[in-house]
Nanobody, 120 residues
Framework: QVQLVESGGGLVQAGGSLRLSCAASGSILNIHAMGWYRQAPGKQRELVATITSGGSTNYAESVKGRFTISRDDAKNTAYLQMNSLKPEDTALYYC??????????????WGQGTQVTVSS
């Protein structure tokens, strides 16, 4: 089993910053990629940022230049540094980990979510 534990969410004023962390633990053989997704009330879950084992990153257009994703492979942890936050960034943020199974299949795991609220 694999567990993802997120932390770092909270309430911040517009223009402020937050740093989210996602620690993966359990039966981890190899991590293909980790990422962050978010879901606002009444909206579908959307990609925020991803980072592969090789360090390649991908960002949603709405967060480019403001958010930075990184990872510490030794700790199996991914981070999301969020700067210049806007009220529209308010959402439940979910960590995702794409892990290789023993037979080489990639399996998705999700955290429980951490709330980010940006006040205007």
């Amino acid at each position: 089993q694999v567990q993802l534990v997120e932390s770092g969410g909270g309430l911040v004023q517009a223009g402020g910053s937050l740093r989210l962390s996602c620690a993966a633990s359990g039966s981890i053989l190899n991590i293909h990629a980790m990422g962050w997704y978010r879901q606002a009330p009444g909206k579908q879950r959307e990609l925020v940022a991803t980072i592969t084992s090789g360090g390649s990153t991908n960002y949603a257009e709405s967060v480019k230049g403001r958010f930075t994703i990184s990872r510490d492979d030794a700790k199996n942890t991914a981070y999301l540094q969020m700067n210049s936050l806007k009220p529209e960034d308010t959402a439940l943020y979910y960590c995702n980990a794409r892990l290789y199974s023993r037979i080489g299949v990639i399996v998705d795991y999700w955290g429980q979510g951490t709330q980010v609220t940006v006040s205007s």
